[in-house]
């Protein structure tokens, strides 16, 4: 236990991209480091959805899923560990909204928000983007104790861009090591 870490764990919802590359082999490495970090655990994952880029057009198709993390680390922490994977899997920042090899995104952590210049959650724009609404749909249970399921619900119904989601494949995550986060 450090300075970084809690003593509580805490469920958190990440949102995952690629569209360069090896773009499956991509999304299950990491998942992988992320499972293998200390005081962090990948406990659920999503279907992997093929998606039409939005915003910015001219790029290949992305491949998006969503992972539910137990950890013990404070979000700040925990967003500094996904911007390390996104840096040894080669994202680099070029376009705005343009091609990556991976994207990670902190989406929601149960009970917490945060509004400062390297951390805004609820993640803003989480709710405008289909692409990480249908997978969010797939893995946040009914009981999610701080509200994430109604606003999945409700947000699905009017979202722009469904047409362009496709189901690519119902799993990439066969689970971790096993190992708890504390
Ligand atoms: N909830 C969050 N999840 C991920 N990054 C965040 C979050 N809030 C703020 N940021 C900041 O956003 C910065 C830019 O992130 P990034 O380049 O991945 O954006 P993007 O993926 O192109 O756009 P978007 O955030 O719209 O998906 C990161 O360095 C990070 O500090
Ligand atoms: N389909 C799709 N489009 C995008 C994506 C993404 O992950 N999937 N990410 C973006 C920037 O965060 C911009 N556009």
């Known amino acids: 236990m450090n300075n970084h870490s809690t003593s509580e764990e805490s469920e958190a919802y990440i949102a995952l991209g690629a569209n360069l590359g090896d773009r499956e082999g991509t999304l299950k490495e990491a998942l992988h480091r992320l499972d293998n970090h ?33 950890t013990t680390l404070a979000p700040e922490m925990l967003l500094d560990v996904m911007l390390e994977i996104e840096n040894q899997l080669g994202r680099t920042r070029d376009i705005l909204n ?23 959650l609820p993640h803003p724009r989480m709710l405008e983007r289909a692409f990480v609404l249908f997978p969010l749909n797939d893995i946040v249970p009914e009981q999610e104790p701080s509200g994430l399921r109604a606003r999945v619900t409700e947000a699905l119904q009017d979202v722009d861009g469904k047409e362009g989601i496709r189901l690519w494949t119902t799993s990439v995550w066969e689970g971790g090591s096993g190992h708890s986060v504390s």
């Open 38 to 70: 200390d005081g962090v655990q990948v406990v659920r994952s999503s279907g992997v959805y093929e998606t039409e880029p939005v915003g910015y057009l001219d790029q290949p198709q992305f491949l998006n899923m969503a992972a539910a993390l137990r």
């Open 98 to 120: 343009g091609p990556r090899t991976v994207d990670l995104d902190l989406l929601w952590v149960e009970g917490q928000t945060f509004d400062t210049p390297k951390l805004t």
